[in-house]
């Protein structure tokens, strides 16, 4: 049986066996960089992918990346094919994962035309803030609609939050949980539907901080990240926050949290700092300048060198597992 640690409110605290054998052929809706990798970790472990976007342009590239994915994964991957009719995707599949933009009322009208299309697939979307209960508000069963927040790159990040929505059906957040398994991920059961999750709750919550440190002139970008890097970082890997308040002791975490709490950012709107970056058209590394510049292949080299980190990280824990 899965289990979850005790916590306030409604969600059972048990979960029932799942069965991934149900899923056999998945539609991934939105061809974009997580959908097309998305497809080729479902491809990898034998299932059929239809892989559908809007935009055509994007169909070609988006096939080969998922195809070769699917092959550099497993050893008898499943086919991949793209269309860009929504109605031929999802005839006849047993998941539906929606890989969309992050805009609610996009998502909720796709959900709509979803459910009609695939009246009795499970409906999973890949948003990484917006509630799943939201989300599949318009449609006439939620019971079978839940949350799969992926990390990206999807294929090398081994966390999938599985978010139940308030009428997601246990049974369903099980199977899908037995299918990331499956699939060789490490699913973990999101019990309320809040926006964020857990994740993107607590990443945001230090990025509030980390841009109120530059907006307040405590320090410059370069340090702030420095700092992070080099310090939490470099201990967040192994020990979780929850894990090192215990480790120092509940009563100097106490202490700490009397003397800082009170100096932390609040605010409850995106920083201004953010509006006038954006409004300077200095929106981050696809615009070549944000906090900081990023001259032409930066942003190239910066994803080749995260997912290089990502993949020696988790090699190094596999070895250490070995050993013990």
Do not use: C
């Not at 979960?15 to 899923?23: E, Q, T, V």
């Not at 695939?118 to 803030?129: R, T």
């Not at 939201?134 to 978010?163: C, F, K, Q, Y």
Request: charged share 20%; hydrophobic share 45%; no cysteine.
């Amino acid at each position: 049986m899965l289990t979850s640690p005790p916590g306030p409110d409604a969600a059972p605290a048990t979960l029932p066996a799942g069965d991934h054998s149900r899923f056999r052929s998945v539609a991934v809706v939105g061809a974009g960089l997580m959908g097309r990798r998305l497809a080729g970790v479902f491809a990898s472990r034998g299932l059929r992918v239809a892989l559908t976007d809007w935009d055509v342009s994007v169909l070609p590239e988006a096939s080969r990346i998922a195809v070769e994915l699917s092959h550099a994964l497993g050893d008898a991957p499943g086919p991949v094919r793209t269309t860009t009719s929504l109605e031929d995707a999802l005839d006849g599949v047993d998941l539906v994962t929606e890989a969309a933009v992050e805009d609610l009322s996009l998502k909720r009208e796709l959900f709509a035309r979803m459910a009609r299309l695939a009246p009795d697939a499970v409906l999973a979307s890949n948003s990484s803030v917006l509630p799943i209960t939201m989300v599949a508000a318009d449609i006439d069963d939620p019971s079978r609609a839940v949350g799969t927040h992926w990390w990206n790159p999807p294929d090398l990040i081994p966390i999938v939050e599985v978010v139940q929505g308030e009428r997601t059906s246990l049974a369903v957040v099980a199977d899908v949980m037995a299918l990331l398994d499956h699939l060789g991920k490490r699913p973990v059961w999101v019990r309320r539907d809040v926006p964020g999750f857990v994740g993107n709750r607590l990443q945001h919550a230090l990025w509030r901080e980390a841009i109120a440190l530059v907006a307040e002139g405590v320090a410059d970008a370069e340090t702030v990240d420095l700092v992070v890097r080099d310090t939490i970082g470099l201990r967040l890997g192994q020990m979780g926050p929850l894990t090192n308040a215990d480790y120092v002791g509940l009563d100097l975490t106490r202490a700490i949290h009397e003397a800082v709490f009170p100096a932390l950012d609040r605010s409850t709107e995106p920083s201004p700092v953010l509006d006038s970056l954006i409004r300077a058209g200095r929106s981050g590394a696809k615009s070549g300048q944000g906090l900081f510049a990023w001259p032409p292949g930066a942003r190239e080299a910066a994803g080749a060198a995260l997912a290089s980190h990502i993949t020696s990280e988790l090699a190094a824990r596999r070895g250490e597992s070995g050993k013990q």
